[in-house]
T-cell receptor
Framework: EDQVTQSPEALRLQEGESSSLNCSYT??????LFWYRQDPGKGPEFLFT???AGEEKEKERLKATLTKKESFLHITAPKPEDSATYLC?????????FGTGTSLTVIP | NAGVTQTPKFQVLKTGQSMTLQCAQD?????MYWYRQDPGMGLRLIYY???????DKGEVPNGYNVSRLNKREFSLRLESAAPSQTSVYFC???????????FGSGTRLTVV
């Protein structure tokens, strides 16, 4: 069964405390692994797409990496404005599966 | 610079009532999508339109219908609302099929 699973569900960090969010997937014929950021009351905002194992992409304090079974979103020295829910997603066939997200809170 | 615009932002319906959620994008995107987001369930695809003139079912299409009115507009209709349809609904569009969605700000629907 195609599935995208994220962990942890919630993460609280002190400002400057680096950490990683995990997205594991069991999707046949992966055509990309996507990361989105969602702020409360808003729609998700596209961050990255990764296509092949070993690929990395960076944006400010965020770096996304991809292996054959997992993707990680590394957050380096986070700031309070990085607080949001981070979603990963993968397309397969005519479907596009989203994980349930990791809610990140960065405490000043 | 509007992106994807959804209306209304909030709606309360009684069981059995009907309504249409409107979505319009101004980015000349080919593909449009309707998702619902529920706590603990994540975003689930209801219907999508890969290109103007086509629509297809997603993961949870029961109880919904869609119309791709033109390249810009994609509406979602609930013919007879049920409490199980209480959710936040998001419209999205993309230039390339299932790539780099741009989402609207959502419609929070409550069915009582």
């Amino acid at each position: 069964e195609d599935q995208v699973t994220q962990s942890p569900e919630a993460l609280r960090l002190q400002e400057g405390e680096s950490s990683s969010l995990n997205c594991s997937y069991t999707v046949s014929g992966l055509r990309g692994l996507f990361w989105y950021r969602q702020d409360p009351g808003k729609g998700p905002e596209f961050l990255f797409t990764l296509y092949s194992a070993g690929e990395e992409k960076e944006k400010e304090r965020l770096k996304a990496t991809l292996t054959k079974k997992e993707s990680f979103l590394h957050i380096t020295a986070p700031k309070p404005e990085d607080s949001a829910t981070y979603l990963c997603a993968a397309p397969t066939g005519n479907q596009f599966y989203f994980g349930t997200g990791t809610s990140l809170t960065v405490i000043p | 610079n509007a992106g994807v615009t959804q209306t209304p932002k909030f709606q309360v319906l009684k069981t059995g009532q009907s309504m249409t959620l409107q979505c319009a994008q101004d980015m000349n995107h080919n593909s449009m999508y309707w998702y619902r987001q529920d706590p603990g369930m994540g975003l689930r695809l209801i219907y999508y339109s890969a290109s103007e003139g086509t629509t297809d079912k997603g993961e949870v299409p029961n109880g919904y219908n869609v119309s791709r009115l033109n390249k810009r507009e994609f509406s979602l209709r609930l013919e007879s609302a049920a409490p199980s349809q209480t959710s936040v609904y998001f419209c999205a569009s993309s230039d390339i099929y299932h790539y780099g969605y741009t989402f609207g700000s959502g419609t929070r629907l409550t069915v009582v």
